[in-house]
């Protein structure tokens, strides 16, 4: 199956609600505007293989545009809209891509120009997009070629180690699976209404919040952001079913919601990041119901397990979706008895085609068809999975992954700068804080307003650590690489003290 014919799949719910909200809208109407749209686009020139970019925040333009996209057989390439200019540039110009689907206009030349860009971007404002569709009516496109479920569908561009985002090429098969295998493990309705909050471009809240309730004919309630009271009231008001969610979401809904508020919620899913034991507790202590922690990666479309429903373990990931084996094992690749903890590697329909453009990267991750995903667990005697650790150096901050050696090389081109080493610390008010240790060039003073005020030109603003702490000297090993465990347990130290 392919991801645009999810929506074609119930014609007997054809006057179902799709979208809840002020303007509702059918099964049927989605159907018809998800054609229109790809008439319009067709028009204006984009052919299958083609890479589109997408940059906006949550409504249903977005979901009209990513199926409409993939219908042609183009690939739909999602922008975190909290970028800045010198983030989405790169993407386009990695990416090749000439056409982006965007809010506003966006100043990308001069970025643009830094990378050797010299295709001309044709940026496609939504508003304009549905006020021609409504405006006019294109040519009925039959579709222009043939193409099947292993072709790429999306990119997802995830930050790397090595500075540079990577683009995880997920197939219409990888999404389409990934989604079936969820379905499979709780029990979706028609009637079941799901929030969608979470930001669209991440691989996430798309294969969980709007693919699998397309897949089953339920509805969904869109918002673009999050706001602690406007979600409760939203989830009360619209007697919403299934809520996915990140931690620090979850912390906040215990905090300031009632036992009544989801009177109808029947499943809290929880993903992006390790969901602590005391957030657990507290929710279920105040709502009365538990979160079901899952774990997954962009590489896994991107859901590879999650705990049971009827049986919830704190600090655990759960069990392997229905088609999806996971192993653990050694640096040898040998499996590791249960218990024992070692790399978690992953095989399944929805382990991604490769990275674009990236053959190397690709071959070191994908083993033998396995997935490698770079973080440390454990196997319990039930078949629950428990992450140990990280074998990277991600940051993870409200579900958004945060990669230091990208802030690292920004801070290093800082004339001031002579090292620097960019850490998360955990925070009981945020869950987690990203910092940076700096050492001084000769003869120069480093100025931390001046040095962040720098950062906030070139990063996301959740990047951009929120403490610099400025040092002679960086902890390294025998080889000079920089101790970063050192820095942690100084600043767990230092907080300990406090």
């Given at each position: 199956m392919l991801v645009h014919e999810i929506i074609q799949q119930d014609l007997i719910h054809h006057n179902h609600i799709v979208f809840l909200g002020e303007k509702p809208v059918t099964y049927g109407e989605l159907s018809n505007t998800v054609a229109n749209y790809r008439n319009f686009f067709f028009q204006q020139g984009i052919r299958p293989g083609e890479n589109v970019g997408l940059c906006s925040k949550n409504c249903v333009e977005f979901i009209y545009s990513y199926l409409a996209i993939t219908s042609l057989g183009a690939v739909i390439v999602p922008l975190n809209f909290?970028?800045?200019?010198?983030?989405?540039?790169?993407?386009?110009?990695?990416?090749?891509?000439?056409?982006?689907?965007?809010?506003?206009?966006?100043?990308?030349?001069?970025?643009?120009?830094?990378?050797?860009?010299?295709?001309?971007?044709?940026?496609?404002?939504?508003?304009?997009?549905?006020?021609?569709?409504?405006?006019?009516?294109?040519?009925?496109?039959?579709?222009?070629?043939?193409?099947?479920?292993?072709?790429?569908?999306?990119?997802?561009?995830?930050?790397?180690?090595?500075?540079?985002?990577?683009?995880?090429?997920?197939?219409?098969?990888?999404?389409?699976?990934?989604?079936?295998?969820?379905?499979?493990?709780?029990?979706?309705?028609?009637?079941?209404?799901?929030?969608?909050?979470?930001?669209?471009?991440?691989?996430?809240?798309?294969?969980?919040?709007?693919?699998?309730?397309?897949?089953?004919?339920?509805?969904?309630?869109?918002?673009?952001?999050?706001?602690?009271?406007?979600?409760?009231?939203?989830?009360?008001?619209?007697?919403?079913?299934?809520?996915?969610?990140?931690?620090?979401?979850?912390?906040?809904?215990?905090?300031?919601?009632?036992?009544?508020?989801?009177?109808?919620?029947?499943?809290?899913?929880?993903?992006?990041?390790?969901?602590?034991?005391?957030?657990?507790?507290?929710?279920?202590?105040?709502?009365?119901?538990?979160?079901?922690?899952g774990y997954g990666l962009s590489e896994a479309s991107p859901i590879v397990s999650l705990n049971p429903i009827h049986k919830v373990k704190y600090c655990s990931i759960g069990k392997p979706l229905p088609g999806i084996e996971v192993k653990i094992v050694n640096s040898d690749n040998q499996p590791l008895p249960l218990g024992e903890a070692g790399e978690l590697i992953v095989r399944g329909p929805n382990v991604m085609y490769g990275y674009y453009r990236l053959p190397e990267e690709t071959s070191k991750v994908l083993q033998n068809g396995w997935l490698h995903t770079g973080d440390i667990a454990y196997m319990d005697q039930e078949g629950y999975l428990f992450i140990v650790d990280r074998l990277k150096d991600m940051i993870v901050i409200n579900g958004e992954n945060i990669y230091p050696r990208e802030i690292e090389e920004l801070l290093y081109a800082y004339p001031a700068i002579a090292e620097a080493a960019v850490i998360g610390i955990p925070n009981k008010q945020h869950g987690t804080l990203v910092q940076a240790y700096l050492t001084a060039n000769e003869g120069f003073i480093i100025d931390k307003k001046s040095v962040k005020s720098y950062l906030q030109k070139k990063l996301a603003s959740y990047k951009i650590p929120k403490e610099f702490i400025i040092v002679d000297i960086l902890p390294k090993s025998s080889t000079g690489k920089i101790l970063k465990t050192n820095l942690r347990q100084q600043a767990m130290d230092m907080q300990t003290l406090i």
């Open positions: 909290q970028f800045v200019p010198r983030e989405i540039a790169y993407i386009l110009f990695n990416a090749n891509i000439k056409k982006l689907i965007t809010m506003t206009i966006l100043d990308l030349n001069m970025e643009l120009a830094q990378y050797g860009y010299q295709e001309e971007v044709s940026q496609l404002l939504i508003t304009d997009i549905s006020h021609a569709i409504s405006q006019q009516s294109f040519p009925v496109l039959s579709m222009p070629q043939a193409f099947d479920e292993n072709e790429v569908c999306t990119i997802i561009y995830t930050s790397g180690t090595t500075g540079n985002p990577k683009g995880a090429m997920l197939t219409h098969k990888n999404l389409v699976s990934n989604a079936q295998a969820f379905s499979k493990v709780f029990t979706y309705q028609h009637v079941d209404r799901i929030l969608c909050v979470l930001p669209m471009y991440h691989c996430f809240a798309w294969t969980a919040a709007v693919l699998t309730p397309l897949l089953n004919g339920s509805s969904i309630l869109i918002l673009d952001n999050f706001s602690i009271r406007e979600t409760i009231t939203a989830i009360k008001d619209n007697a919403l079913t299934v809520i996915f969610g990140i931690p620090n979401m979850f912390r906040l809904l215990a905090q300031r919601a009632q036992k009544e508020d989801f009177f109808h919620v029947k499943l809290f899913v929880s993903g992006g990041s390790s969901l602590p034991q005391e957030i657990s507790e507290q929710f279920i202590k105040k709502i009365g119901k538990p979160v079901v922690e």
